[in-house]
Every structure is written in C-alpha cells, then in structure tokens.
C-alpha cells in the first residue's frame, strides 16, 4: 500500500499542510484509495474530495456518486503497523461531522470542504443513501464499542423498510483489491451462462457448471490479459502446452469438457440474474464482477487461439468453470486458491511471486520510472536498457549485499534466490527501493560485461579463476569499489584473489571452491585486508 500511495496516489492529494507528515500522507492516500474502490473512479478526479485536515470534523473524504446516487462520508485511519482501526472518540467526532454535513453548516468545516459544498449540497437534495465507511490498514475487526456507536447511529437513522444509511468497513482485503484494480487499470466484468450448475454456500459463496468455449474466447477478446492479473502467469503463447490444448479443440470439440481440467476464478461479487425459471439447474445467468482466472490462463488463451481459427467449431465445445467470490472471505483466500490450484503443469517456484505484493509495489515503482519490470512468466523485458526481470534484481540484491552466503547461493543454485519456499523471504525483505537498486542492476551488468571480457583474455587456472569465481568477483566489484568497475579494476581483484586462493587452497577445483561459504568467507577476509594494505 506504501509503494501505491507514493508512486500513485501521492501526485493527486494535497499535502500543503502536511510536509514532512508521512502519516498524513498516508492516511490521505488511504482515503483516495477507499474512494476510489467504492466509487470506480480514477484518483485525479478523486483528490478534491479528500479533506483531512484542520477543521474536517472527523471526516476524511466526503464524494457523491450521481449513477448511483449514493454520497461516501469517509474517515481513515493509518497505522504504521498495520495492525490498528478506529477508536471510540475518533468515531464519536465522525457520527458528529456526518450530521453537521447532511445539515449543511459549512461554516463548521475547512476550505477544501467548501470547494465541494455546491455539488454535495445538491447530492444531499437527492435524497442518496449515505454510506459511512471506515477505512483502515488492518484485517482486525473493530471493537465491540465502536460496532456498538455504528449500529446506534444506523438504527436512528433508517426505518423498518428502508436503509437510508450503511456502515461499510473498507479494510485491507478491500485496499488490496483495490490496488490490484488501480494498478492493472480497469475492472473484468462478464456475464456467464452456465449450464448444468450448481454452487456452494458456505464457508464461502461459489458457483461452477459448463461454459461454452466461445463465451470464453469473448472474455478474453474484450479483457485480454487483464483476466489474468491475478494469476501466476500470463498465456504462454508460444508453449507446446498450449498448442496441445489448441488441438484437443479443433480435434475433438465435444469431448473437450472431459479431456480439460477446466478453468477456475475469483470475482469481487456474483449475483444470479432474474430468469424466472425458479431452482432449475440446467441453465442461468449470472452477472460476475472483476472476474479473474487463477487457473486456466492457458486454457483461457488456447481457447482463444482456436476460436479465431475455427469459431464453428470452437462453440461446440464446453469448460468446466468454478468462480469463488471474495465478497465475505479472508484477505488471503486470493492467494490460498491461486497456490492450491496451480500446483501442476510444470509451474516454477518463481511463478507464485506474482502473488506477492512486494512485487507489486516494485514493479509500480519502476514504473513509475519508465522501467518495465518482469516477474511473471510469459512477460518479456522489451528493452534491456529501460528493462529487469525479478531473477536479475535477485541476482543484483545477493551480490551488492554484505553476506556471503547470498553470493554463494547465488553461484550455486541462482534460481533458489526467487522460491518462495526457499531464500526469497531473505533476499527481498522489505524497503527494497526500485530508484536505489536500479543503478546497481545497471553497475553490475557492466561489472559482469568487463570480466566477460577479462576471462575471455585469460588461460588456465587464471581463467576458471575468471570463470567459477564470476559472482564472487562480482561481489567484491560492488560492495568494495564506488565507480563502475573497469577490465583494470577486474584484474586488480582478479590478482589479488589468485594469489589467496594459490596460498590457501592450492588443490581446490575452483568450481568447488566458490560454492563453499565457508571458505568463500576466508577469501572475502583476506582479501579484504589485503586490499586495506
């Protein structure tokens, strides 16, 4: 949420007031993120309605949608830790302003409020539902006090037959959605008929049943990768997987029900549409918004693929599609069903790194540099000059730093650097900063080109030296030297380590040697002091 609000949300909000104030500005960047999650709108057009300040009366974000005729009253509450809501006296201030905004005393409230007064007076005259929303950075619940000044303000205001006020609590499951939302561009709505349905209500609610293949090359003729943000993956076009399920298609199209393993979603929300065919099962509608497929994206693609090769053949095939809504569950069932649906077809452990938020915010904040950022399979860095990819950024992270283990790991097993289940968690720890580690990325592509270079002009010993040792070279290249190595610098280090290595480890294979951490911290040791001398 940190990186969005700087790299997104920051450049909208008015911080005038709040110079130096992070927890100001965060706390803002919360507000136009509820805003923006409730509402549908881009934070440009959201910045006028945030009005934390002096003189908010307790309310942090006020917007009045006129499609929905529904006025947003917004309070936000950042915690640094991640872990607060709202407390009773900062609720009680709210319920108050709330009402001094519905009755319009504007002399109660600071400037930005009065800039906006005009077009919330006239939502206020349309009689809207009014939506209080308590915004916050935590999946903890709120207390059983402030629930309890919630459902009193509720029932003095609504009737038996009408809520004319709502209480929603936009947490992090909600932030986060939201995020992924902004940050992938625009929603993946469809309308699916399913045949043959069924669902599940409990713990959370779901629908599955048969979907014609064309409806699925129609998901994706309008949304196109975008169905696909959450997954692990893009489609793999150019995969021998998916030419195999391309053929099954074209080939058998009224078997490929039972030869496919189908296709499985998450969605903000699912609702049945009115049919008036009652409990039936064989067949019905349903409206599914910001459906995204977990699993499937090569079925997804190759159904695709084959519909604008054959579409009357195409739409004699069916899938078997499950979509779980995320409305009511866990803040980590997303995650949860992507990871347990993908345990098969050759996916790589770096793969579930499109799962984690960490690569999210990198991946925004070099774009907010004009650097694309690699981290799914299928993406390809277009240009290496304004381009990485997430196992080159791991490489740069395991070299530049100060532990050797990392530098070891690093020459004897580089892919175990992006597994989750294995060094990632170390490597990528938090305050990662894309305008920090690019210029090292950069450093060490020319630190590897120049002892490339030098190796090539080596024999020998001297060469392997060059060659087995490249990461431990590397390392001492970045961490010992300020200016971009050089071929002379290379050889000073290239030099001095041979003679260490020739004095300590005379009879090591030199492939060995530089994938033992322990004598690769002798090396670093003595060399360091060497190069104290």
């Known amino acids: 949420m940190k990186n969005h609000v700087v790299n997104s949300v920051k450049e909208h909000l008015y911080l005038d007031d709040a110079k130096g104030d992070e927890s100001k500005c965060m706390s803002r960047g919360l507000v136009a993120i509820a805003l923006a999650g409730l509402s549908g709108e881009k934070y440009p057009g959201l910045s006028k309605y945030v009005t934390d300040g002096s003189k908010d009366n307790g309310i942090d974000g006020v917007f009045y949608d006129p499609s929905r005729n529904k006025l947003y009253i917004v309070q936000a509450k950042w915690s640094t830790k991640g872990t607060g809501t709202i407390d009773t006296g900062d609720l009680r201030k709210f319920i108050a302003g709330v009402y001094d905004l519905l009755n319009e005393e504007w002399t109660k409230f600071n400037k930005r409020f009065k800039a906006i007064a005009s077009e919330i007076s006239s939502g206020i005259k349309r009689d809207p539902e009014i939506v209080l929303v308590v915004a916050f950075n935590s999946d903890n619940e709120i207390s059983e006090e402030c629930q309890e000044i919630i459902d009193k303000f509720l029932s003095e ?6 809520d004319i006020v709502t209480f ?7 932030i986060i959605r939201t995020i992924k939302t902004a940050q992938s561009g625009s929603t993946s709505d469809v309308e699916v008929n399913l045949l043959q349905w069924g669902e599940q209500s409990d713990p959370y609610y779901s629908v599955y049943g048969k979907v014609s293949c064309a409806d699925i090359a129609e998901w994706y003729s309008q949304h196109g990768d975008l169905l696909f943000t959450e997954n692990i993956r893009n489609t793999l076009s150019d995969s021998d997987i998916n030419s195999q399920i391309e053929a ?3 080939r058998y199209p ?13 969605a903000d929300g ?13 067949s019905s509608n349903w409206k599914v918004s910001n459906i995204k497929i977990v699993n499937g994206a090569q079925t997804t693609g190759s159904i695709y693929a084959a519909n604008l090769k054959r579409p009357d053949i195409t739409k004699q095939g069916y899938v078997q599609v499950k979509i779980v809504s995320l409305e009511n569950s866990p803040l980590d069932l997303s995650s949860k069903i992507t990871t347990a649906t993908n345990t098969q077809n050759r996916v790589e452990a770096k793969d579930f790194l499109a799962l984690e938020e960490l690569q999210n915010g990198l991946a925004e904040s070099f774009r907010k540099m004009n650097i694309q950022y690699c981290y799914r399979r299928g993406e390809k860095v277009r240009d290496e000059s304004i381009g990485l990819d997430v196992q080159e950024l791991a490489l740069t992270l395991a070299l530049s730093g100060d532990s050797i283990a990392n530098v070891v790991l690093a020459k004897r097993n580089a892919g175990s650097l992006t597994d989750r289940n294995g060094h990632y968690h170390k490597l990528f720890a938090a305050g990662i900063e894309a305008q920090t580690i690019w210029p090292m990325v950069q450093k060490l592509r020319k630190t590897t080109k ?4 030098f190796a090539n002009s080596q024999t020998a010993r001297e060469a392997q030296l060059a060659i087995h040792g490249n990461r431990f070279i590397e390392h001492i290249a970045l961490t010992t030297y300020r200016k971009t190595p050089t071929i002379d610098i290379i050889r000073v280090i290239h030099e001095q380590l041979l003679k260490i ?5 005379p009879e090591s294979y030199l492939a060995v040697l530089f994938k033992n951490a322990k ?11 060497t190069q104290k001398k």
Not at 157 to 162: A, E, F, I, T, V
Not at 270 to 282: A, M, N, V
Not at 450 to 453: D, H, Q, R, V
Not at 501 to 505: D, G
């Open 519 to 529: 004598k690769c911290g002798e090396l670093k040791e003595q060399l360091s002091a």
């Open 157 to 162: 205001n609504n009737s038996d037959s009408q």
């Open 168 to 174: 929603f609590k936009f947490d992090l499951k909600k």
């Open 254 to 266: 009224k078997d490929f029900w039972y030869l496919n393993n189908g296709i499985t979603a998450i």
């Open 270 to 282: 699912i609702k049945r549409k009115p049919t008036g065919l009652g409990d039936q099962k064989e």
């Open 248 to 250: 099954t298609l074209l």
């Open 501 to 505: 290595v020739n004095e300590r480890f």
């Open 450 to 453: 120049a002892l490339n270079e």
